[in-house]
């Protein structure tokens, strides 16, 4: 999966509140808390751009990023507590294309998260195939064993917007501000749009695969990745 942000941190309470708010601002983000967590990341995730820590349970981030920076050119944001000057040019001089001090603003990051992102666009024509359908999330077009299904525009972005968070739970608050751009909407308004997106997509509605409840909280969009 292609995530445009890898938080690597072992404050787990800090990485999960950082990756919650990305999430929710609509940047898909993922967080591993150690240096062997982000090795098994790797063999079937990617990210756009990461967000990493120094001082790591098992490892040291300025070594972790100047190996990085042997394979790939993935812009890479050092977060740390250390805040001496030499500390940041090192982070800099390593390969770091970024470095922000903690206690961090969560609104400040995300604007700088967001900034490199656009100057790092993901070119990718990313088609994402699940059964008999077809997602082509750069033409925006939903086909079904070859021809184009026909969608109304609320359930267009919230199977888009599942897609895009695939295989991660996305919870009912966070489709009420992201695709319906309310703080609240009827439950039962998103429950009757999930029932049609699956009367579409679906082989048995009544026994879905894809389009997951996870009761109580929200839907996870469930699919195998190539």
């Known amino acids: ?29 993922k967080a591993v ?25 098992d490892g040291c981030g300025y070594n972790l990023c100047k190996q990085l920076r042997e394979e790939t050119q993935v812009p890479i944001i050092f977060i740390s507590s250390l805040t001496s000057e030499e500390s940041i040019l090192l982070g800099l001089n390593v390969g770091g294309d970024d470095f922000i001090c903690k206690p961090y603003s969560l609104p400040v990051l995300l604007a700088k998260v967001k900034a490199i992102l656009r100057r790092f666009p993901n070119n990718n024509h990313e088609v994402i195939t699940f059964g008999d359908c077809c997602i082509d999330l750069k033409e925006e077009t939903v086909t079904k064993r070859g021809n184009i299904l026909q969608l109304k525009h609320m359930e267009k972005k919230l199977l888009f917007y599942l897609t895009k968070n695939r295989n991660r739970l996305v919870e009912k608050q966070e489709l009420f501000r992201q695709v319906w751009q309310e703080a609240y909407v009827g439950e039962g308004t998103l429950n009757v749009h999930i029932r049609k997106l699956r009367e579409k997509i679906e082989e048995n509605p009544s026994n879905p695969v894809y389009i997951i409840t996870e009761y109580g909280k929200g839907y996870m969009f469930k699919i195998k990745e190539e």
């Open 1 to 29: 999966m292609l995530y445009d942000c890898l938080i690597i941190e072992d404050e787990k309470p800090l990485a999960i509140n950082t990756c919650k708010y990305l999430n929710l601002s609509e940047v898909s983000a």
């Open 33 to 57: 808390f150690n240096i062997q967590e982000f090795y098994e990341f790797k063999k079937e995730n990617r990210a756009r751009l990461i967000l990493l820590d120094i001082n790591l349970g």
